[in-house]
């Protein structure tokens, strides 16, 4: 299969070396044009625009930073959806907004070309051992000719519907719920600290009875011994997707208190100097506020 | 051992049954009366007081409804504390504010006599099936002259440091957690039922995948499908725990802005109607705010 | 008129030395004796204990710190409730709890006595001044028999209505009022400040225009030049006002989340060393919260 | 003068007349052009674009409905901007975003054109009346500039500072100040109808003694009597202006929670049913939440 990938950012690159070391013929673009020469050594062709990426692939992926990006790479005159082979489907695994999943999959159908929202969790050291949970939305048969290259990218993929963007919709309720889980916790560590009970002996409670999800235990150490620094996922980008979840309830006229208050905390730890820390610093502002 | 057993609810009898049933002498003791007579079937006797259920205990258990029910029965003159032997020791198992088990705590020491706080995690059903999650605290070696009663009851259990009331803290972090996934469940669904998305797959995803403790499980099916009656655990119970982690949390000076939210939450429920139903609807709440 | 008067913190000796200016004849106790002294010489006479200053009134005014002052100090065996003569009132200018005014209402009828509640807005300079607003629920006859009392101590009393708590719950409102106002002026005020706005132009243009109530200007200008020691009113006071009209409302089952957003602030207030303050400190936790 | 008048809805249209009446002379324009005739026929020019209104201006008054409108009509190729005489003056008395703002300043500076921000507080009955409050900024020979025309349109004109978008901080910082007025009025008589208190009592007794503003007089009875329709500020717009303080508080790195407790009664009122109700109506979301 030719494959189009555009976006080779820590997760993109990691996905891309998959694809071509499972034998797919790769041609790949990225703005900084450095970050694709790793790949060329592996056997990729690099474009030198989207649209060169786009022209020639029965599958394009997109993995880029934010709906901007996107919107210039794929809709901008000349780029990747006008260079599109007729027939051909567009992968979007970038997190997104839900409104423009729906404005790609209108221009889509517009110009008889294919698009599937192939939304994913996970960091790049998961990506580059190919064990991404990949939710994905979209035709039935569209969703079906990626199921080769879901599965060198993931270890499981599940479904959403035919609706393209109900796999932005999943994306951004599941990082919302990540951050619930990491203030919830934040909250919980700052009453045992100042209630004398030992933190590490409440989250071993706690993990290994009710909440036994890897977020608890991973996120509950994190914030415990406040290893915020370097960052996993900056705390600017959790606030965008935040921000995401909040824009996509608005239009649906859905409250969503809890993604308000996390606003609130997401702007307060940038307020606060939190901007280059990971997103479970929101756990700092906890601390502080407790007078920790 | 010598077991008395005071508190006999839904909780309370399955937990006095696997004690009988394992060979332990019990003296059980119940305010409603008629709760006992079970119990009188499988052999244990049947105090008329609290004190006669206390005054022959190597170890004494309370499982009481909430504070209020703990001073009067422990606390109150003639009552469970005086009556306990010397050197004896008082398990509380009860769901009670993290004030009144260091009142406790302190009591006990006053009379020379032992005190360990263990609460657990678990419906009756998984009580009467000892699979409880337990966590206990207190004196290590009073700890240690609870296990055989611990393992009877439970699957696990977590120890929690020297200071009896880390247990009760625990316990109300504990619920306080279960109450966020229930509400951070609630946007969730309302947001993906408003914009189109099945909830079902919504779901299934996110425990396939980060979510895979089984409280996204189990209370994502019953927020999803409403079934909010019949109670397993009334909402007016899990608004008297989270009204006791905010008082913990205002004790210790920590603000836990989720529990504040919780409580606007819980508030809403009781005055809409909701008083008979579970915990959970407090994504009733929610949907009705989402006007669905 | 027999006044009795008990409670001499700032408010209520302020108040008292007007009834004894007035030419009433005042019976005055306070726990800490030496606070009745400038009253003793302004020929007061002094009690030497509730019920002694209770025993010979025609009316009683209590003017205490709090619900459990007035329990102890009315409801006590052998306490003013008690001492009070048949057919006498009582008349409660303290700011306590909805819950114990009902109390207080019960307890009286009880004892065929009769209740005023009589709360108050200002300060001890204003009651000083005789200038306080005066809030009086009650029977329309006894609220009648007070209203040679209130002219000496305020300059305006509203009624309302028979329930004496009714001037309880205003009360509480009121001061829930004045606390929207101030942690509302304290975003706005940080907004302006990291927006480079003058504060104090805003303040001019915001109160010069619809917001002219005295309770925006003169917090206004507190916020903006960080005021906030010496108190005028500690900020635990406005804590616990807070928490009454958050227990009041779930008693009531009403949702508060504007109180519940306060409960945080203070909370935070408290947890960052703001204990000493004036109430209007929740503008320093905006503050550093926005990084000022 | 020569004035050019841009945005002739019911604000706008009472501002325009006031104009025309006093003297001035006018050239009008409105996209839905039957809205100009009214102005027409008391001696005002209509232009037939917004270019035209601008081109012969000596001061460029805009009274439009939000962001875009300002982008188009200014902003646009061969718009106002554009057309607007070297030297002239464009005041900008729509309600619009800190950020087009700081964009207008911009914009004008680069054609060597003027710019003040002149936002208004009041109803379009209150501007018919010439009544308005309005809040200047801008160098401070442009705002002299302006001194006729606002005497004529305002009661009182209060400046801001040499950076325009002080004026669109400060009106949003106004319409804030009103919501949390609404929804902590709302939350109190929720409480007072509850409580058995009656509300107008109580709204007497608030607003006679601390809570003097009109404002308060104003919102509180129309939250008391539930007069939500017909609409005096449609609740849409109050949600805009909401988001537009979050927008400018989020780009300044200020938490501002209450604006985001407002936010979800917004977008509750909306899914609720409230699109066509007055702002205030969200004070029924209060109600419906307390079950009243």
Redo the contacts between chains.
Sequence with gaps: MNIGFIGLGNMGSAMARRLVEAGHSLTVYNRTPSRAEPLRALGATVATDAGQAASRADVLITMLANDRAVEEIVLGPGKALEALPAAALHVSMSTIS?ELSRRLSAAHRDQAKHYVAATV?GRPDVAAAGKL?I?AAGADADVQRCRAIFDVLGQ?T????T?A??AN??KL??N???T?VI???A??V???R?????PH??L???T?????????HTYGNLIIEQKFEPPGFKLPLGMKDNTL?LD???A??????????L???F??A????LGESDWSAIAR??Y????L
Tied chains: 1, 2, 3, 4.
């Excluded at 100042?194 to 030992?198: F, I, N």
């Design positions: 839900v969790f949970f939710v499981k599940f479904t959403a519907g609706d963007s109900a919709v999943i309720a599941g919302f719920l990540i619930t203030e919830s916790l909250e919980c700052a009453l045992a100042k209630s004398g009970v030992d002996l409440m071993d409670a706690l290994g009875s009710l909440f036994s999800a890897p977020v608890y979840v996509a309830a608005q649906a006229n859905v409250p969503m208190p809890m993604a308000s208050l606003h609130d905390r702007v307060t940038m307020a606060t100097g502002v906890e502080q506020s407790a007078g």
